[in-house]
């Protein structure tokens, strides 16, 4: 007879706690930064790097008290720089556009810390979509001497870690004013495998925003 109520309890405690866990949505617009990469002249040069608008969108979902899981992607404007390359037959110039894509999985551990406020620390590990297009002239090392357009895409998808914090002041029961700071560490030091430079980017990017996040 004692069996019963104990499966009942254990069938309550579960759904008790999902009910009273919760699912939120964020979206953040700031800043994107990354530092010039290596210069590797004669071969692809000079490193560039920038700011642009960057954005941020966050699902998360409370996994215990103080722990939630989810996902993000972040990406930004294009940064833009002068290169130069030589090529076993041809000299290139031309200016790069370069952006990166981020998504990841992530785990928050945080909790409230007085007057509606609540604080984060964030880890979490994905994937970084590089895209470069590059746009300008390319010159024959054989005589005639002569100038054509050139134009090339460099883009590949390699693995990223994140770190970072989230601040979310609550301005209702449902939404709240979010803000983020993420470090994003990308794992290709932008090279090529035979050691070349690849982009002359930075594989290291910084982005902060400011937004909103709903919770359901």
């Known amino acids: ?17 999902a009910a009273g866990a919760q699912t939120r949505v964020g979206g953040t617009v700031g800043v994107s930064s990354q530092a010039a990469g290596d210069s590797d002249l004669p071969y692809l040069g000079r490193g560039f790097g920038g700011t642009a608008v960057g954005v941020v969108a966050t ?12 996902g993000e992607v972040s990406t930004a404007g294009a940064i833009s720089g002068d290169q130069s390359q030589r ?35 964030v880890g979490g590990a994905g994937g970084a979509y590089r895209h470069t297009a590059r ?9 005639p001497a002569s100038r ?21 002041f609550n301005i209702s029961d449902r939404v709240a004013l979010l803000a983020v700071g993420r470090l ?9 495998s035979d050691g070349v430079v690849a982009r002359g980017v ?3 990017i910084y982005r902060a925003g400011i937004g909103a996040q709903w919770r359901f």
């Open 59 to 70: 699902v998360d979902h409370d996994w215990t008290r103080h722990l939630t899981i989810g």
């Open 202 to 204: 930075s594989s290291r």
């Open 1 to 17: 007879m004692r069996l019963g109520p104990l499966l009942l309890a254990m069938t309550i405690v579960p759904v008790a706690g």
């Open 87 to 121: 090529t076993s037959g041809a000299t290139n110039a031309f200016v790069s556009h370069h952006r990166d894509t981020l998504f990841s999985a992530t785990a928050k551990f945080g909790g409230g810390i007085g007057g509606g406020v609540r604080a984060a620390v």
């Open 135 to 143: 746009e300008g002239t390319t010159a024959s090392l054989q005589p």
């Open 184 to 192: 994003h560490q990308l794992h290709d030091d932008d090279r090529l």
């Open 148 to 168: 054509a357009p050139f134009s090339e895409t460099v883009s590949d998808f390699v693995f990223a870690l994140t770190l970072g914090a989230d601040v979310t």
